[in-house]
């Protein structure tokens, strides 16, 4: 069974930094693509950012909210997931979910298989 | 960018209810999306990917479907369980639409 167990949230002042984890049991993390999604309080889902393996290249991309601020990166050998928050807004007030990307062969997509459940970063004065 | 747009915003339904989600994009995408289930303070569930594959162990009762630029996610009859928000995913850049919520009538 496939387990994301995020970790690191918590209470932040605007302009501060915090880096959340996520921490991968039951798949091959080494060759899976993750992604971190968030969601603010009340309202819909919202894609942070994705990093692929290192066998496909190890790049991320980012959502424009976020990117010149976050930096996601992958510890294979911890089997670990991180998001590096810096220069936070209040805006970015939300529950974190680190994810597993399942891959399609016959489109060629990549969708969001495995969720964790969540870690609440709240920036706040 | 691509946009996503859902209808309805809200919708009200019983169980037993046939229940169709539409889901559009400002351009054409292909294949390439998604539909997630979130019920109040879990995390989503994919439910279909690549349009109209079902993930596997997801009730037979929803089926994606659509190409290009509109997509439908059906429920054909609605259970307790499914009462929950449901989203649609770009798969290409990530983004996802602002959420359908279904509720009991």
């Known amino acids: 069974e496939v387990q994301l167990v995020e970790s690191g949230g918590g209470l932040e002042k605007p302009g501060g930094s915090l880096r959340l984890s996520c921490a991968a049991s039951?798949?091959?993390?080494?060759?899976?693509?993750m992604s971190w999604v968030r969601q603010a309080p009340g309202k819909g889902l919202e894609w942070v950012g994705r990093?692929?393996?290192?066998?496909?290249?190890?790049?991320?991309d980012y959502a424009a909210p976020v990117k010149g601020r976050f930096t996601i990166s992958r510890d294979d050998s911890k089997n670990t997931l991180y998001l590096q928050m810096n220069s936070l807004k209040t805006e970015d007030t939300a529950v974190y979910y680190c994810?597993?990307?399942?891959?399609?062969?016959?489109?060629?997509?990549?969708?969001?298989?495995?969720w964790g459940q969540g870690t609440l970063v709240t920036v706040s004065s | 960018d691509i946009q996503l747009t859902q209808s309805p915003s809200f919708l009200s339904a019983s169980v037993g209810d046939r229940v169709t989600i539409t889901c559009r994009a400002s351009?054409?995408?292909?294949?390439?999306l998604a539909w997630y289930q979130q019920k109040p303070g879990k995390a989503p569930k994919v439910l279909i990917y690549?349009?109209?594959t079902l993930q596997s162990g997801v009730p037979s009762r929803f089926s994606g479907s659509g190409s290009g630029t509109e997509f439908t996610l059906t429920i054909s009859s609605l259970q307790p369980e499914d009462f929950a928000t449901y989203y649609c995913?770009?798969?290409?850049?990530?983004?996802f639409g602002p959420g359908t919520k279904v509720h009991i009538k």
């Open positions: 994810s597993g990307l399942g891959y399609d062969f016959w489109s060629g997509a990549y969708y969001f298989d495995y």
């Open positions: 039951g798949l091959t993390f080494s060759n899976a693509w």
């Open positions: 990093i692929k393996s290192k066998t496909d290249g190890g790049t991320t």
């Open positions: 351009q054409g995408i292909s294949n390439y």
């Open positions: 690549a349009a109209s």
């Open positions: 995913q770009q798969l290409n850049s990530y983004l």
